[in-house]
């Protein structure tokens, strides 16, 4: 049985990913709360939010950052891995090289871990609920 601490550090190591429309697998991973603050740090130039739309058709506000953290969050093309970038000319060579359909695959799978965590938050939230038995 691993303890909180290892739990929470094996989340930073899954890696979700997913083919572009030109065939490369996009791998992406969580970040750390470290690795956040430096994107954040990288594009301090990108406050605010803009509206876009969802499959369905409807308006989203979307933070101007996010798909620079999601860029950051690649950490591999074609099972070759990509490192976190050290500045912004980096992000920015990252995301190009993404391009559209490379960005569309990753936040497919960004999705994917998001999801996967709430389903675990949920699963230890019900665990938490139940009452203890006495030993």
């Known amino acids: 049985m691993r303890t909180a601490s290892e739990e ?3 989340r930073y190591k899954k890696v979700e990913r997913e083919a572009d429309s030109f065939g490369r697998i996009i791998g992406v991973h969580r970040l750390k709360p ?5 994107v954040e740090g990288m594009t301090q130039d990108m406050d605010g939010s803009a509206i876009s739309k969802d499959a369905d058709g409807n308006d989203i506000e979307v933070g101007k950052r996010t798909p620079f953290l999601i ?4 950490c591999e093309i074609d099972n070759m891995p990509i490192s976190f970038p050290k500045n912004r000319a980096e992000l920015d060579g990252m995301f190009d090289n993404l391009d559209n359909e490379g960005m569309m ?3 497919t799978a960004f999705a994917r871990l998001f999801q996967d965590m709430d389903a ?3 699963t230890v939230n019900s665990a938490k ?4 038995t006495a030993r």
């Not at 470290?34 to 430096?38: E, F, L, R, T, V």
């Not at 860029?71 to 690649?74: E, L, T």
């Not at 609920?129 to 203890?132: A, E, M, S, T």
């Open 8 to 10: 929470i550090l094996a």
């Open 120 to 122: 675990s938050a949920n």
């Open 129 to 132: 609920k139940k009452p203890r």
């Open 34 to 38: 470290s690795q956040m603050a430096k």
């Open 71 to 74: 860029v950051a969050s690649v």
């Open 105 to 107: 695959a990753a936040v």
